[in-house]
């Protein structure tokens, strides 16, 4: 059964850097795009970052560019998410998530993704 379960959220000034982590089991990790996105209170589930299977391929949101960092470490079977000059606005519940049925390109709809973990809050105060 695959399983992902993030780790690393919390509250942070603006300004500050947090650094999430995502591992999984169930299945050979390298072979799948991974992905973040985070949800905020009343708002839909947005796309943040996707990284494909050999980690040299990145995307990610306009809003977070210059801002965030996706890396994977495929011997770990985790996936980061660093997040440098945080902004209130980044405020949400993280989520890493999976898509099984990729391998050459990157999803950024929510829908396209089958697997999700259980999500982190991060919290940004001004």
């Known amino acids: 059964q695959v399983q992902l379960v993030e780790s690393g959220g919390g509250l942070v000034q603006a300004g500050g850097s947090l650094r999430l982590s995502c591992a999984t089991s169930g299945h050979t990790f390298s072979t799948y795009v991974r992905a973040w996105f985070r949800q905020a209170p009343g708002k839909e589930r947005e796309f943040v970052a996707a990284?494909?299977?050999?980690?040299?391929?990145?995307v990610l949101a306009n809003s977070v560019k210059g801002r965030f960092t996706i890396s994977r470490d495929n011997a770990k079977n985790t996936v980061y998410i660093q997040m440098n000059s945080l902004k209130p606005e980044d405020t949400a519940v993280y989520y890493c998530?999976?898509?099984?049925?990729?391998?050459?390109?990157?999803?950024?709809?929510?829908?396209?993704?089958?697997?999700w973990g259980q999500g982190t809050q991060v919290t940004v105060s001004s």
């Open positions: 998530a999976e898509d099984h049925r990729r391998r050459f390109s990157i999803a950024t709809s929510a829908s396209e993704y089958q697997y």
């Open positions: 990284v494909m299977s050999n980690g040299g391929i990145t």
